[in-house]
């Protein structure tokens, strides 16, 4: 399984993960110029942005969390995007209040089942 495979296997998990969590999928994926939206999800009256960092449990051993790579430019990027997602889909997002989150995966490449989720809520702000 190559990165980009790893990396999509991981926001579906990620996806998964927030449903059972009574979160609502809105949308995966959301590209812009800025940059792109992993996952789109609405948790009451919020509009939650979630971006997703899956890893291997030995690369995170080595490297660090995944978490640590969402770093001030990368909130910048994701906070633009979510202005193009609002404005672009008014009917959809009247009323609900942005939110940003992260979930972090830990995996092994070979397998499917996750070793361990953290979500961190209002990771950043908008």
Not at 8 to 17: Q, V
Not at 93 to 115: K, M, Q
């Amino acid at each position: 399984m190559n990165n980009k495979e790893f990396g999509a296997k991981g926001e579906y998990l990620a996806r998964l993960y927030l449903e059972k969590k009574g979160m609502t999928f809105i949308r995966a994926n959301y590209d812009t110029k800025y940059g792109e939206i992993d996952l789109i999800m609405q948790e009451n009256d919020e509009l939650v942005f979630v971006e997703v960092k899956t890893r291997t449990w030995k690369s995170a051993r080595e490297y660090g969390r995944g978490i640590f790579r969402i770093d001030r430019n990368k909130q910048r990027h994701i906070r633009k995007c979510a202005k193009v997602f609002i404005w672009e889909e008014p009917d959809l997002t009247h009323g609900l209040t942005p939110r940003f989150d992260a979930v972090e995966l830990y995996l092994e490449r070979s397998e499917t089942d996750v070793i361990h989720v953290i979500h961190t809520p209002c990771y950043f702000y908008g």
